[in-house]
């Protein structure tokens, strides 16, 4: 069972969960969350990996510390961004 993971995508979606329970005032809404990840790995070098089943954990615990600086600083961007023009009052 191999899959293909683009690496920086699971670490973003980790990221910004954290990054948002840390600051109460950037909206939660999936619209937002999907905005601010898009935009951020926009900004991101993609990294995609051949794993199997189980192994995904242990590439993206070792590759978080070495891109976790870049990943905030794209995501700290991404949610001026969305801040600024968030799309959730018309979709939702
Ligand atoms: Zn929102």
């Known amino acids: 069972m191999f899959q ?6 699971v670490l973003v979606s980790q990221v910004i969960e954290e990054v ?3 600051d109460k005032t950037i909206c939660n809404c ?11 790995l926009n900004n ?3 990294k995609y990996v051949v794993t199997v089943q189980g192994e995904v954990l242990h590439r993206t615990s070792v590759l978080r510390n070495q891109c976790k600086v870049d990943i905030i ?3 700290t961007e991404a949610i001026k961004i969305v801040r600024k023009n968030p799309h959730h009052s018309r979709e939702d």
């Open 30 to 40: 999936r619209r937002c969350r999907l905005d601010m990840s898009a935009i951020a």
């Open 20 to 22: 948002i329970k840390s």
């Open 73 to 75: 600083r794209a995501l």
């Open 44 to 46: 991101l070098p993609t």
């Open 4 to 9: 293909l993971v683009n690496v920086m995508e």
